[in-house]
């Protein structure tokens, strides 16, 4: 069955650095596109960063633009999300998306905790 799991979060200091690392199986990785979302309590889930399966091309919140990077590695079926200078706000559950509108499929990871707090 597909699997989609995250590792990488933990608890940084504010302008910490922690890369998220989304592993995918039981799909062909390559057409899917991927993004991260987030979600803290009491606020609804946050479409972050996004990577083309076609392309590459990328896009990001306002919130994180010039601060998180994603990126892809199909040889690896693995996605992630570089996030730097880490503020108190950016705080939640982030979750891996992985999706292919063509055949109409999306799966989600199951989350990895991101605390930023000194």
């Known amino acids: 069955q597909v699997q989609l799991v995250e590792s990488g979060g933990g608890l940084v200091q504010p302008g910490g650095s922690l890369r998220l690392s989304c592993a995918a199986s039981g799909l062909i990785f390559r057409t899917y596109d991927v993004n991260w979302y987030r979600q803290s309590p009491g606020k609804e889930r946050e479409l972050v960063a996004s990577i083309l399966s076609t392309n590459g091309r990328t896009d990001y919140a306002d919130s994180v633009k010039g601060r998180f990077a994603i990126s892809r590695d199909n040889a690896k079926n693995t996605a992630y999300l570089q996030m730097n200078s880490l503020k108190p706000e950016d705080t939640a559950v982030y979750y891996c998306?992985?999706?292919?509108?063509?055949?109409?499929?999306?799966?989600w990871g199951q989350g990895t905790q991101v605390t930023v707090s000194s």
């Open positions: 998306n992985a999706q292919n509108l063509f055949i109409l499929k999306t799966y």
